[in-house]
Nanobody, 119 residues
Framework: QVQLVESGGGLGQAGGSLRLSCALS????????MGWFRQAPGKEREFVAS????????DYADSVKGRFTISRDYAKNTVSLQMNSLKPEDTAVYYC????????????WGQGTQVTVSS
């Protein structure tokens, strides 16, 4: 069973940076594409970024393109989301995801970590 545990959420300021990490356990890390989704209060959950198991295919939502960077560390079995130039509208619960291919409907989800950006 795939288990995903996020860390690194918290309070940031507009224009600042935060970094989220997610550790995958229970299965082989290299078998899975990884992703990040988020859900803001009163809004539907939305795709943020994804990275293939090789790292060769990366995709971003238009709202974060140029500000966020997804990466994976094969030695640590982790995927990270570097968030720069934060905006108040980035405030949301961020979820790490995993599946065999990059997808908008991944099978496995972490428990989520809160990111709050103050103006």
């Amino acid at each position: 069973q795939v288990q995903l545990v996020e860390s690194g959420g918290g309070l940031g300021q507009a224009g600042g940076s935060l970094r989220l990490s997610c550790a995958l356990s229970g299965r082989t890390f290299t078998n899975y594409a990884m992703g990040w989704f988020r859900q803001a209060p009163g809004k539907e959950r939305e795709f943020v970024a994804s990275i293939s198991w090789t790292g060769g295919s990366i995709d971003y939502a238009d709202s974060v393109k140029g500000r966020f960077t997804i990466s994976r560390d094969y030695a640590k079995n982790t995927v990270s989301l570097q968030m720069n130039s934060l905006k108040p509208e980035d405030t949301a619960v961020y979820y790490c995801t995993a599946d065999y291919v990059p997808t908008r409907t991944p099978q496995y989800w972490g428990q989520g970590t809160q990111v709050t950006v103050s103006s």
